[in-house]
């Protein structure tokens, strides 16, 4: 008896080991980009911007890898906003109609984990919520799962009518609109 139950632990170890295995929880690459550079949320949202200059560069002309195995997208190191350094002034960023749908109240900042349940950057959604990301950030997201990724909303002190979506696997931000609730 003692036999056949250790034979059966062993067989089950056998089984089950391979799905263990191929479970990284830190690791592993999405789109060129490595999974969880900063797998936990900021603590806040970035300070707001003072005296900075007008952006004019195109998406593709910007570069965000301020150190070696950085993202070249727009991420957070610690609490620095890397890319977040443009003010009110940034035309790329300008709504004509800021809150136009009303303003987001589900909650904000690390203890508001959201998982994406849908859609792609032009509308996306998780709980009832529904979100666009920015034109200017659309070539930062092109590595996020719409239907799987946890995200943590933070409000921008800068740009009106945004707030910054944070990706907990990938480290990454953009700024998204929000859509409304159904």
């Not at 797998?39 to 911007?49: F, L």
Request: overall charge negative; charged content about 20%; some cysteine.
């Amino acid at each position: 008896m003692k036999n056949t139950f250790a034979l059966l632990a062993i067989l089950a170890i056998a089984v089950c080991a391979p799905a263990f295995a191929q479970h990284e929880e830190h690791g592993g690459e999405r789109g060129g980009q490595t999974e969880h550079f900063n797998a936990r949320p900021p603590s806040r949202g970035p300070a707001p911007v003072h005296n900075a200059p007008a952006r004019q560069e195109a998406p593709a002309d910007r570069h965000f890898a301020d150190k070696p195995g950085h993202p070249e997208a727009p991420h957070v190191d610690g609490n620095h906003w890397v890319g977040h350094d443009t003010g009110r002034d940034d035309a790329r960023l300008h709504l004509d109609h800021p809150w136009e749908h009303g303003r987001f109240n589900g909650g904000f900042g690390p203890h508001h984990v959201f998982r994406l349940a849908g859609g792609g950057p032009n509308r996306f959604w998780f709980g009832g919520f529904y979100f666009a990301v920015a034109d200017p950030d659309l070539a930062y997201c092109n590595n996020w799962a719409w239907d799987s990724d946890s995200i943590v909303l933070y409000q921008d002190p800068d740009h009106i009518g945004y707030y910054l979506a944070y990706n907990v696997r990938l480290g990454t931000y953009v700024h998204v609109t929000f859509l409304g609730n159904s």
